[in-house]
């Protein structure tokens, strides 16, 4: 009999234990592949890491394109300025222009304001309140300082101040010449207020004296003979001398006669010569020191003019008129104006003083071709309320500034104050009424308890020059809406486009 029975279960086991050693090998190669792909993941990146060093370095990747706006320019564009003014640009209609003026130009309280104004390439009256009559200008009066200074001056010239030998050994003397605008310190040669330098100065003249032979003790003696007449006008009040407005006028002065530079306010030296000496004297004893020589306590004025061939030990010199007048238009300094004024006087054969100023101020603004006859001058700062000029005179004198034949008139351009901006207009056209006028008005400011001025230039919106100039006198004292009054009205032509 066959033994069928016995032989498929045999097989059967057999078979069943393949399949069990087949099951448990797949259960040992499971982890063993997923080590493998592990494996295989962290080649991949190290392959990549590594290739380059086989294959050599990667071919640089092109530079991006910049914008044509940031590529270097092929050639060099023309400067961009602003264009003159086209003289085809129409002019202003006067019904307009009144119509636009009239209204804001109005006091606020007491007192009126007169004014006018020109265009001014024709001298075409555009507006007219009043402007031949005379009123107290306050520091508008500058203006016609301005004018004489350039005219008799130069715009180029500049004022040296010299320490020459005294009438006796052992003295030196300080020579004013006219710049009261000294620092007490080193010359600043990129400034106007202290270009020259007493320190500088002595630091020069210790030199000389070393050079010289010169040992011992030195005795400063200071000429300010320069200037005649009365130190102070007797045409301003003892208030406004008091409270620093001005100061008893020399031909030599640190900072515009005050003691510190950057204080502009309160008292000043009334004796402002003898103060620059005595800093320079200080100066000098320091310098000098040095190489032993000494200086004597004290300054004196010596009893006669050092002589035109006294020996030039040391000098310095002063920024140019033209800075200097840009200086006295943008800050309205009083001391620097009477200071020009006297020494345009000098410089056409007057005497130094106040009454020399004011007519050769008067002289030089009729010689320019501005008729000058109305105007009646008692200083050329503005200070007094004895001055009368009427408006008109003002539009005529900034014609000639801004448009006239004689073109040394134009440095005065830079001194104007620009509305919003700089100088005595720095803080004025804020306001939504004026704010149309920041950056366009250039106008001179005047300013007195009573009185308030504004005279100076504009473009309009049509691109016309037009010069203005509006005088309040008998104002309330300190009514906030006076100025505001003069903003408003330059801030309307600057806006018009009156046709």
Same mark, same amino acid.
């Given at each position: 009999?066959?033994?069928?029975?016995?032989?498929?279960?045999?097989?059967?086991?057999?078979?069943?234990?393949?399949?069990s050693?087949?099951?448990?090998?797949?259960?040992?190669?499971?982890?063993?592949?997923?080590?493998?792909?592990?494996?295989?993941?962290l080649?991949?990146?190290?392959?990549?890491?590594?290739?380059?060093?086989?294959?050599?370095?990667?071919?640089?990747?092109?530079a991006?394109?910049?914008?044509?706006w940031?590529?270097?320019?092929?050639?060099?564009?023309?400067?961009?300025?602003?264009?003159?003014?086209?003289?085809?640009?129409?002019?202003?209609?006067?019904?307009?222009?009144?119509?636009q003026?009239?209204p804001?130009?109005?006091?606020?309280?007491? #007192?009126?304001?007169? =004014?006018? @104004?020109?265009?001014?390439l024709? *001298?075409? &009256? %555009?507006?007219?309140? /009043?402007? +031949?009559?005379?009123?107290?200008?306050?520091?508008?009066?500058?203006?016609?300082?301005a004018?004489?200074?350039?005219?008799?001056?130069?715009?180029?010239r500049?004022?040296?101040?010299?320490?020459?030998? #005294?009438?006796?050994? =052992?003295? @030196?003397?300080?020579?004013?010449? *006219?710049? &009261? %605008?000294?620092?007490? /310190?080193? +010359?600043?040669?990129?400034q106007?207020?202290?270009?020259?330098g007493?320190?500088?100065?002595?630091?020069?003249?210790v030199?000389?004296?070393?050079?010289?032979?010169?040992?011992?003790?030195?005795?400063?003696?200071?000429?300010?003979?320069?200037?005649?007449?009365?130190?102070?006008?007797?045409?301003?009040?003892?208030?406004?001398v008091?409270?620093?407005?001005?100061?008893?006028?020399?031909?030599?002065?640190?900072?515009?006669?005050?003691?510190?530079?950057?204080?502009?306010?309160?008292?000043?030296?009334?004796?402002s010569a003898?103060?620059?000496?005595?800093?320079?004297?200080?100066?000098?004893?320091?310098?000098?020191?040095?190489?032993?020589?000494?200086?004597?306590?004290?300054?004196?004025?010596?009893?006669?003019?050092?002589?035109?061939?006294?020996?030039?030990?040391?000098?310095?010199?002063?920024?140019?008129?033209?800075?200097?007048?840009?200086?006295?238009?943008?800050?309205?300094?009083?001391y620097?104006?009477?200071t020009?004024?006297?020494?345009?006087?000098v410089?056409?054969?007057?005497?130094?003083?106040?009454?020399?100023?004011?007519?050769v101020?008067?002289?030089?603004?009729?010689?320019?071709?501005?008729?000058?006859?109305a105007?009646?001058?008692?200083?050329?700062?503005?200070?007094?309320?004895g001055?009368?000029?009427?408006?008109?005179?003002?539009?005529?004198v900034?014609?000639?500034?801004?448009t006239g034949?004689?073109?040394?008139?134009?440095?005065?351009?830079?001194?104007?104050?620009?509305?919003?901006?700089?100088?005595?207009?720095?803080?004025?056209?804020?306001?939504?009424?004026?704010?149309?006028?920041?950056?366009?008005?250039?106008?001179k400011?005047?300013?007195?308890?009573?009185?308030?001025?504004?005279?100076?230039?504009?473009?309009?919106?049509?691109?016309?020059?037009?010069?203005?100039?509006f005088?309040?006198?008998?104002?309330?004292p300190?009514?906030?809406?006076?100025k505001?009054?003069?903003?408003?009205?330059?801030?309307?032509?600057?806006?018009?486009?009156?046709?």
């Open positions: 009999m066959t033994k069928t029975t016995d032989a498929e279960p045999s097989r059967a086991r057999r078979s069943r234990r393949q399949g050693q087949g099951k448990g090998s797949q259960r040992r190669s499971w982890p063993l592949a997923l080590v493998a792909l592990v494996l295989l993941v080649a991949v990146p190290g392959a990549l890491l590594v290739a380059p060093g086989f294959r050599g370095p990667a071919a640089p990747s092109p991006p394109t910049a914008p044509a940031q590529q270097p320019p092929a050639t060099l564009s023309a400067p961009q300025v602003l264009g003159p003014l086209q003289p085809s640009a129409p002019v202003p209609v006067p019904a307009a222009v009144t119509a003026v009239d804001v130009l109005r006091a606020d309280g007491g #007192g009126t304001f007169t =004014g006018t @104004v020109q265009d001014a024709t *001298g075409q &009256v %555009l507006y007219d309140r /009043g402007s +031949s009559e005379g009123r107290v200008p306050a520091s508008n009066l500058k203006l016609l300082t004018v004489a200074a350039l005219r008799t001056l130069g715009p180029d500049r004022f040296t101040t010299k320490v020459v030998q #005294g009438p006796a050994p =052992g003295q @030196v003397v300080l020579v004013g010449g *006219g710049d &009261v %605008l000294l620092a007490a /310190g080193e +010359s600043q040669p990129e106007v207020l202290g270009h020259a007493l320190a500088t100065l002595a630091a020069a003249a030199q000389a004296l070393q050079a010289s032979g010169t040992t011992g003790e030195v005795k400063v003696l200071v000429d300010d003979s320069l200037f005649s007449g009365p130190a102070l006008n007797p045409n301003w009040q003892s208030g406004d008091e409270a620093g407005e001005i100061a008893p006028l020399y031909p030599l002065a640190l900072n515009s006669a005050r003691f510190d530079p950057a204080v502009t306010t309160g008292p000043r030296p009334q004796d003898m103060a620059a000496a005595g800093e320079f004297a200080a100066r000098l004893r320091t310098a000098g020191a040095a190489v032993g020589l000494t200086v004597a306590a004290g300054v004196e004025r010596p009893s006669s003019p050092s002589p035109s061939n006294a020996a030039v030990l040391a000098s310095v010199d002063s920024a140019t008129v033209a800075e200097q007048v840009d200086l006295m238009l943008q800050v309205s300094d009083n620097l104006a009477e020009m004024g006297r020494m345009a006087a410089a056409m054969g007057r005497p130094g003083s106040n009454d020399g100023a004011t007519a101020v008067t002289a030089e603004v009729g010689a320019a071709g501005i008729p000058a006859d105007a009646k001058l008692v200083d050329v700062c503005g200070l007094a309320m001055n009368q000029v009427p408006a008109r005179l003002f539009t005529d900034v014609r000639a500034i801004t034949a004689d073109t040394r008139l134009r440095a005065a351009l830079d001194g104007f104050p620009v509305g919003g901006l700089s100088g005595t207009l720095d803080t004025r056209y804020g306001d939504t009424t004026t704010a149309g006028g920041a950056g366009l008005v250039r106008a400011t005047g300013t007195l308890n009573t009185v308030l001025a504004l005279s100076g230039y504009v473009v309009d919106a049509d691109g016309r020059l037009l010069v203005f100039s005088i309040g006198n008998g104002l309330t300190g009514a906030a809406g006076n505001e009054a003069l903003d408003r009205a330059a801030t309307a032509l600057a806006g018009c486009g009156c046709r």
